[in-house]
């Protein structure tokens, strides 16, 4: 059973950070590309970050570039997302995401594993 669990939501001010983090378990993560996903109320899911098997590849939307950092911990299982100078508009649900096929790395119906997201609040 794979399971995904995201921590470290909030609510904050705009220009604050947040760091989330993404424990995965059940799956071989060393062999499985990361994203971070959000959608916010009346929005679809958007892309906002990946990183490939080892971190060597990362993409960033272009909404976030810049202020975003992701990156992982093989030994520890994990995927941080490193969130800083947040906007009220970075207020979503932010979901954690992995895939083991050669798929697009962007795409939310690329990613077969999926955690519960946590909830990012930016106030304005």
């Known amino acids: 059973h794979v399971h995904l669990v995201e921590s470290g939501g909030g609510l904050v001010q705009a220009g604050d950070s947040l760091r989330l983090s993404c424990a995965a378990s059940g799956m071989p993560f060393s062999r499985t590309t990361m994203a971070w996903f959000r959608q916010a109320p009346g929005k679809e899911r958007e892309f906002v970050a990946a990183i490939s098997r080892s971190g060597g590849n990362i993409w960033y939307a272009d909404s976030v570039k810049g202020r975003f950092t992701v990156s992982r911990d093989n030994a520890k299982n994990t995927v941080y997302l490193l969130m800083n100078n947040l906007k009220s508009e970075d207020t979503a649900v932010y979901h954690c995401?992995?895939?083991?096929?050669?798929?697009?790395?962007?795409?939310?119906?690329?990613?077969?594993?999926w955690g519960q997201g946590t909830q990012v609040t930016v106030s304005s």
């Open positions: 995401a992995g895939k083991d096929v050669v798929s697009v790395i962007r795409s939310p119906s690329s990613y077969a594993y």
